[in-house]
C-alpha cells in the first residue's frame, strides 16, 4: 500500500481542490465557538504539560470541517502528522507503519475512520491506551507474540457514522466533539471569507443569499460561491449581485431553501411513491438508484435537520413543510395524496427540472 508522506506543520497538505479555501489554523475557522474553545483548551493544556494531547475523534455530516479541524491541530501543536483513511488499512499491517513512525506527540489522523475493518480497529485498542501493538512472528507452534513499543502520539479520527465505531474504539478517544450544521451568518461569514481569497467582487445580500441556500453546510456555501463566481465571469462583468446569484442557482437547481436536485428527488419520491411515507431509507435508495448510505449521510441530515422529513421507527416521513415547499397536496383520509398541486411529479415548485442524475452540488 503507498503511504502518504509525513508532514511537517506548515506544510500546506494537498487533500483536495478545497486547499486554498481550507482554514490552516484552528483561529480562521469560523463558527462552532464551543468546539473551538474547547479545542483550544485541550492544546494549551497538553502543551503546557509537555505530554501528547489526548485521542479525538470528530463526528458530524459532510462538510462542517471535521478533516479542516482535524488538520489544525497538528499545526496548533507544532508536530508531525500523517494522513490516512479507514478504507486504505484494509488489514493491521497496513496500519503498523504509521503507528511505528509516529514520533514523540505527532498526529496520526484517520479520516472516514468508520471504514476501518474489525480487525484493524481492534488493532488499534493497545496502540492507543498502552501505545504498544503486539506483532506475530511464525506460525501455529513456532508462533511468538512480540511486543512493540511506541512513541505517546495522539490519533485523530474523523467520521460521518460515529455510530458505526465500536464502542471499545469510540472509548478510548477521550476527546469527541461532534460538528453541528452552521447558521446562516456563519456560512455568511465563510463566503465572505472565500470571495477574499478567490478575489471575487460580491455584495452582502448576494452572499447572505448563498448563506442561506447553502444547508448549513461550509462545503457547498463555497461550491455554491465557486459556481456563481464562474457564472458571473461568464454571463455578467464578473461581479457577484443578486440577480447574477438567483440565476447561477437556478440554474445549478438549487430551489429556495438551497436543496438541490437529490433532496429534491428524495422528498418527491417520499411523497410519489410512497405516499408521504413511512419508507424505509433501503427502498427509497433502491427507487431513487442511490446507495442507502448516501441518503442516510449526505442527504438526510439536513432534511431531518430542518423537519421536511422526521424519522419514526417504521421509516422516514415526510412533513408538511416538505409537501408546501414542493407545492404538494397533503394525503385525506381518503388515502389519497401526494398529487402534485397543479404540476407534474419530477418537476419542483420552482420550476427547477429534477431528473436526479446529475449533482452539482
Ligand atoms: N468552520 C469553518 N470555517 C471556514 N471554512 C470551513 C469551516 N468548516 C469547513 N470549512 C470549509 O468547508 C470545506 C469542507 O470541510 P471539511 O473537508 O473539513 O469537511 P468534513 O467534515 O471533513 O467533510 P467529509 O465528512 O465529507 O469529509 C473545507 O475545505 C473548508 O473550506
Ligand atoms: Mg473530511
Partial sequence: MARE??????????????????????????????????LQIAVDAAQKRNDPLGHMLFDGPPGLGK???AMCIPRELGVPVQLTSGAALSAPK???????????????????????????EEYLYTAMEDFR?????????????????LKPFTLIG????????????????????H????TVEELQTIVERAARILKVKIDRVSASEIARRSRGTPRVANNLLRWVRDYAISRADGEITMAVTTAALKMAGVDDLGLGKQERRYLETLITVFGGGPAGVEALAHTINTAPDTLSDEVEPYLLRTALVVRTPRGRVATSKSYQHLKM????????????????????????????QSRLF
Fill in 67 to 69: 478533516t479542516t479541524f
Fill in 329 to 356: 397536496s397533503m394525503p385525506t383520509a381518503e388515502g389519497v395524496g401526494g398529487q402534485p398541486g397543479g404540476r407534474k411529479p419530477g418537476e419542483s415548485a420552482d420550476g427547477v427540472e429534477s431528473d436526479g
Fill in 133 to 149: 501493538i503486539d506483532i506475530v512472528h511464525g506460525e501455529g507452534t513456532n508462533a511468538r507474540t512480540l511486543n512493540l513499543w
Fill in 179 to 182: 460538528l453541528d450544521f452552521y
Fill in 5 to 38: 508522506p509525513i508532514l511537517k506543520p506548515d506544510e500546506p497538505e494537498n487533500l483536495d481542490d478545497d486547499r486554498d479555501l481550507r482554514p490552516q489554523r484552528m483561529g480562521e475557522m469560523v463558527g462552532q465557538r464551543e468546539v473551538f474553545e474547547r
Fill in 158 to 177: 474523523a467520521t460521518t457514522r460515529a455510530g458505526m465505531l465500536s464502542a471499545p474504539l469510540r472509548d478510548r478517544f477521550v476527546i469527541r466533539e
Fill in 94 to 120: 497496513d496500519l503498523v507503519p504509521y503507528l511505528t513512525n509516529a514520533s514523540e506527540r505527532s498526529v496520526v489522523f484517520i479520516d472516514e475512520i468508520h471504514r476501518l475493518p474489525k480487525a484493524v
